[in-house]
């Protein structure tokens, strides 16, 4: 426990050490009267999921130290902060940095992570109440870095925050780095005819072949959420997402007993897209939904089948967009390969903070240089964007 002013900040072992409300009342104000929070990964039953089901705690690698701020009996700020011994499942990759660290005779595990596990979804990491935000977000950062001081912990690290938090936090003093994901934006197109329609011929057939050949794998899509979702849709989730992560990580990050968890408690937040063979799954995507955006979390598949991971993963989800008001598809981290589905570059951002000075100032000048390239590679891989640019690009 700390106290900045007449701030109090406490680091919780557990969720369960916050009242659920206290919690949600700053990660999630605007569905106070029952409706979709803007960012369904930062809320109270999400983390619990991740907690209880075993995913995060004892034994991962990522030790909960879940951050509040207290002012005046309330909470008025609150952060999912870890501190973790690797830096798996964290999608801004410090992996370099931890070499380097090692070899100057450091140690630089544990550090602490504000994050989302798993999740490389922008959105807000210093979560405040309305009313609160420069208090509370000041609060917040200034004592993370105070627990890094006091426990002679390497570093700090804040990934996938908003650009006014990254902004914040620069001007406190913590080092600024930019990513780079590809995001799909309704630009007020109607439906899925409206968004072709805005695309180069080529890319517009292109997709519609796609859409054809994924079509053809020999059953049905469906999508799925809320009550539609059953018990027996996460026993094929869990079989494509084992194989999945097995492919892309050694060993997956969640457990079963988290989609058992999320049946129970997050279904109304999620949308399954299914191809169907008769009764049985063969391929899916889960996705979590937002207020105002679409987010897609895991893919798999026990057959393959030409074009329909674009499908499911992409064009259903553009559809689910359009059809329910969603301005924002953000189909996961990396994949230049949509680019040509309509999906563009957009910055990311992670805030970082090192104790040793030394060190400090070559990851500075390194995130410098990285921040110029990235800012080069965004305006260059929009220039080559699908979207037609002249009435020549329009013909069929």
């Not at 995001?183 to 997709?207: C, M, P, Q, T």
């Not at 393959?304 to 991971?309: F, S």
């Not at 400090?360 to 080069?376: D, I, N």
Request: net charge negative; with cysteine; glycine share 12%.
């Amino acid at each position: 426990m700390t106290t900045t002013k007449d701030i109090t900040i406490r680091a919780h072992g557990h969720l369960g050490a916050i009242d659920t409300a206290e919690w949600d009342a700053c990660a999630c104000p605007e569905a106070a009267e029952g409706g979709r929070p803007n960012d369904p990964f930062t809320t109270y039953r999400f983390l619990s999921a991740l907690e209880q089901s075993g995913s995060v705690g004892p034994g991962t690698g990522w030790q909960a130290q879940y951050l509040t701020a207290e002012q005046g009996g309330q909470v008025i700020a609150c952060a999912p902060l870890y501190a973790k011994s690797h830096s798996q499942g964290e999608y801004v990759f410090d992996h370099g940095w931890a070499e380097a660290y090692h070899r100057a005779g450091g140690r630089y595990y544990p550090k602490l992570q504000i994050a989302v596990p798993f999740t490389p979804v922008t959105g807000r990491r210093l979560l405040t109440r309305p009313g609160h935000e420069e208090t509370g977000r000041a609060a917040l950062i200034q004592g993370a870095v105070q627990i890094g001081e006091q426990n002679a912990l390497s570093s700090l690290h804040l990934t996938f925050c908003t650009a006014a938090e990254a902004e914040a936090g620069a001007e406190m003093g913590l080092m600024r780095r930019t990513g780079q994901q590809f995001h799909w934006v309704d630009e007020g197109y109607g439906d899925f005819d409206g968004f072709l329609a805005a695309l180069s011929a080529r890319k517009r057939k292109n997709i519609r072949k796609e859409r054809r050949t994924a079509q053809g794998f020999g059953g049905r899509i469906v999508q799925l959420t809320g009550d539609d979702i059953r018990a027996e849709h996460w026993d094929a989730v869990w079989q494509f997402y084992q194989d999945t992560g097995a492919r892309k990580w050694g060993t997956p990050y969640l457990t079963r007993q988290f989609f058992e968890i999320a049946h129970d408690t997050l279904r109304d937040d999620i949308l399954l897209i299914l191809a169907m063979d008769g009764d049985t799954p063969v391929a899916g995507a889960v996705n979590l939904i937002g207020a105002s955006a679409l987010y897609g979390r895991y893919w798999g598949c026990t057959r393959d089948h030409p074009c329909l991971h674009f499908e499911l993963c992409y064009y259903q989800a553009i559809d689910f967009a359009l059809a329910h008001g969603l301005g924002r598809v953000e189909a996961g981290a990396q994949g230049e390969h949509k680019l040509a589905r309509g999906y563009l570059p957009v910055a990311t951002h992670s805030l970082h903070w090192v104790r040793d000075p030394g060190f400090a100032e070559a990851v500075a000048h390194y995130l410098r240089a990285e921040g110029a390239a990235v800012e080069q590679d965004i305006e260059v891989l929009t220039s080559y964007g699908p979207f037609r640019k002249t009435a020549k690009e329009d013909q069929e």
